[in-house]
């Protein structure tokens, strides 16, 4: 999670990592709030998505049916925050 390999590899790929060091470190990076709150409703997302059966389980074998489990799931589940939002 904190590996010094996973924030080269995004440094690498032209971006920076917002990952909260541990607490153990000698040397905390600063980690802007407001971009690891974006961080995190991805994550929060994609966590979401992995509640439906299908998409955990890949379930659907060939990548078309796969990538339309993942739609149908995510219009799923922006609907119910459509909804739950008005």
Not at 34 to 51: D, S, W
Request: with cysteine.
């Amino acid at each position: 999670y904190d590996a010094r390999a996973i924030l080269e590899l995004i440094a690498a790929h032209g971006g920076r990592g917002h990952i909260p060091t541990q607490r153990d470190r000698n040397v905390q990076r600063s980690v802007d709030p407001a971009i690891y709150r974006q961080r995190n409703l991805v994550e929060r997302f994609f966590n979401k998505l992995k509640h439906f059966r299908k998409i955990a389980t890949r379930y659907e074998k060939s990548a078309r049916n796969y990538l339309a489990a993942v739609l149908m799931a995510c219009s799923r589940l922006w609907a119910r925050h459509y909804e739950s939002a008005s």
